[in-house]
Each structure stands twice: as C-alpha cells, then as structure tokens.
C-alpha cells in the first residue's frame, strides 16, 4: 500500500515563528487531507488539498502532487497550534480508506 | 447534529476479557471506519464499512470484530483483549469515500482510551 512520511516528527517553535511541515507520499494520489490533533487528542480537518495551493487564515497548504509532496504552512504561530498535525491519503490497499502518515508534534512556546 | 459519538471515553480490561467500543453517527455518513492510535505510529486503520451490511478489513484488523446493522452504528469488538491492543481508539465517518475527485470529509470522534492489563 502506499506509504506516507511526514517531517519533522517534532518541533518546538517561539511564539511568532512560522513554520513548514511536510509531507511525503510513495504514490499518485487525488485526495489529500491535513488534520489537526489537539492536546485533548481531538482530530479536526483542516484542508482537502489534493493539489494547488488553500489558505485558511493564518495556515496554508500546498500538494504538489506530481512530486508527491504537500506542505502546510503555519504562519504567525499561536500557542493554541500546538498539537499533531497529520496529512492523509487514500490507500488502494483498504478500500481507499484514508492511510495516515506519522505526524508532525508541534509545541509553540508563549 | 453531535457528529460522532464513541463511548466509553475510558476504559480498563485484564486480559482474556471481552469488549464492545460503541461509535454512532448522526450526519447519515454512508462510509464508517476505526483506527486505532499509539504513540509515533499515527492512526491505522482496523475496519471499514462502505454502508450499513458491508465491511472490510483494514490494515491492522486482527483482534477486532465489527458489524454494521444500521447507517448509524458502527461498534468494534475485541473478542479477547490482549496487552498490545492498549491504545487510543478513533471512530470516523465520511459521506462517501476518498477514490477519485471531490471532496469528502473524515470526521472523528472523540476517541476512546483502552488499557489492557
């Protein structure tokens, strides 16, 4: 099945700091999706971004998917960003069910 | 609309013991899956269900029971628990699947915690 890594694994960043995280994936895809998990472990979607490039306030995505890579963008980072960001992608192998890579851990420090 | 519903939130099981997690969706979501979560892993996928009669293995489904009677409800059941099934449960549901174009929203519930002793 497909396979799916994201980087870094952690990240510490100062309050006001941007960042980038990424995410690889081993295959074509049509369907990409970016989730947020909150320190109290709930899972919110944050874009369907199977390619081209979405802005949501002070976050954007962008899948190039001919590359096989989508980045997330945090801009102007917040305290409340913190948490586990996780990029998904439909896995042939399981009905097409959404395959999750390991996650990005951000903390952004006041 | 309270999207999707898991319970319990926590749980503690010895070994040997049997389980049902309960999942229940109000948004008439046709697809409805289970993943489970454990640290640096991500979520993976245990079962699917395309619709209410239909399921399908996932990518780590040994243990784990599921059925789907209803569009509604879609519990998973661990026949006899065992240590390494300790982890974060996560039901989801989605209108339709992730094949091809168009957009089609995984929603999660708020997760259940399972410890196996």
């Known amino acids: 099945g497909i396979q799916v890594e994201q980087s870094p694994p952690d990240l510490i960043l100062q309050e006001g700091a941007n960042s980038t995280l990424r995410c690889n994936f081993s295959?074509?895809?049509?369907?990409l999706q970016w989730f947020h998990q909150n320190p109290w472990g709930q899972l919110i979607n944050l874009f369907y971004?199977?390619?081209g490039t979405k802005q949501n306030g002070r976050l954007s995505a962008t899948t190039v998917a001919t590359e096989r890579y989508s980045l997330l963008y945090i801009s102007s980072s917040q305290t409340t960003d913190s948490g586990v960001y996780f990029c998904a992608v439909p896995n042939n192998n399981a009905g097409n069910m959404l395959t999750f890579g390991g996650g990005t851990r951000l903390m952004v420090k006041p | 609309n309270a999207g999707v519903t898991q319970t319990p939130k926590f749980q503690v099981l010895k070994t040997g013991q049997s389980m049902t997690l309960q999942c229940a969706q109000d948004?008439?979501?046709?697809?409805m899956s289970w993943y489970r979560q454990d640290p640096g892993m991500g979520l993976r996928l245990i079962h699917y269900s395309v619709g209410a009669g239909i399921t399908d293995q996932g990518e780590v489904p040994n243990g784990y029971n599921v059925s789907r009677s209803t569009t509604e409800d879609f519990p998973l059941r661990l026949l006899s628990a065992a240590p390494s099934q300790t982890s974060v449960y996560f039901c989801a549901s989605s209108l339709r699947g992730f094949r091809g174009q168009g957009m089609s929203t995984l929603h999660f519930g708020n997760g259940t915690r399972l410890t196996v002793t």
């Open positions: 295959d074509s895809v049509n369907n």
């Open positions: 971004i199977p390619s």
């Open positions: 948004m008439n979501h046709e697809y």
